[in-house]
Nanobody, 118 residues
Framework: QVQLVESGGGLVQAGGSLRLSCAASGSIFSIKVMGWYRQAPGKQRELVATITRSGSTNYADSVKGRFTISGDNAKNTVYLQMNSLKAEGTAVYYC????????????WGQGTQVTVSS
């Protein structure tokens, strides 16, 4: 079993910054991808950013240039540095870890609330 613990959410003014952290623990032998997704009430969950074990990153167009995803393989931890936050960034942010090629090998965190005030 894999457990994910997210932290770092909170309330910030538009234009401000937050850093989210997600630490994975448990039966981990090979993390292939770690990423961040977000979901506003009544909305679809959407990709924010992902990072592979080798360090390759992928970002949603809406956050490119403002958000940075990074990881520490030794700590099984992924971070999301969010700068220049906008009101549309308000959502619950979820960490996901993929330990295999298929969704059955995906694990999700409990989510952390990010609220951006105007």
């Amino acid at each position: 079993q894999v457990q994910l613990v997210e932290s770092g959410g909170g309330l910030v003014q538009a234009g401000g910054s937050l850093r989210l952290s997600c630490a994975a623990s448990g039966s981990i032998f090979s993390i292939k991808v770690m990423g961040w997704y977000r979901q506003a009430p009544g909305k679809q969950r959407e990709l924010v950013a992902t990072i592979t074990r080798s360090g390759s990153t992928n970002y949603a167009d809406s956050v490119k240039g403002r958000f940075t995803i990074s990881g520490d393989n030794a700590k099984n931890t992924v971070y999301l540095q969010m700068n220049s936050l906008k009101a549309e960034g308000t959502a619950v942010y979820y960490c996901k870890v993929s330990v295999g090629r298929f969704p059955e090998y995906d694990y999700w965190g409990q989510g952390t609330q990010v609220t951006v005030s105007s």
